[in-house]
């Protein structure tokens, strides 16, 4: 079984997409997904109303998501760790007690050969399109993901 986890800031916008398009790509009996936030605010909602709409266009269901805040235990459960963005990232190597737990942690876009961003964009505060903005880098990351760690 491998496991990976996806973490941005609330658990409710970026990092269930990435759980649930990773989801989907993946055989569930192999691979393990789950998201975390590294704040509180949100813990126990389901993701928002404009991830969950972008997700169902692309026929993938993250309704029955809920949000939790990213734990120390995370990284003796989880393989690779990905954070959205470099804040995410800082907020986790800044709970990290040795190399081995640093070592599962990278930044999602970092994955792609050529990105054109480096981060996957907070689209909290911004419109829809964000979201399908977001959608796509994760597609595209998720694909390497899959590849990468041989995960089919
Ligand atoms: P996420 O987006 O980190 O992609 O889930 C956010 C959700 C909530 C807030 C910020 C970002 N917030 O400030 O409440």
Do not use: W
């Not at 994760?138 to 990468?148: E, G």
């Amino acid at each position: 079984m491998t496991r990976v986890l996806m973490v941005c800031l609330g658990n409710i916008c970026r990092s269930p997409l990435a759980e649930g398009i990773l989801k989907s790509k993946v055989d569930s009996k192999e691979v393990e997904v789950d998201s975390a936030g590294t704040a509180s605010y949100h813990i126990g909602k389901g993701p928002d109303p404009r991830s969950i709409a972008t997700a169902s266009r692309y026929n993938i269901d993250i309704t029955d998501q809920r949000a939790r805040q990213f734990t120390v235990e995370d990284f003796d459960k989880f393989d690779y760790i990905f954070a959205m963005d470099k804040s995410n990232y800082q907020n986790i190597i800044a709970l990290t007690r040795d190399a081995s737990d640093k070592a599962k942690v990278a930044l999602m876009l970092d994955i792609l050969e050529h990105p054109q961003v480096k981060e996957v964009p907070d689209p909290y505060y911004g419109g829809d399109q964000g979201f399908e903005h977001v959608f796509q880098l994760l597609d595209q990351a998720t694909d390497l993901v899959v590849k990468r760690l041989n995960l089919k």
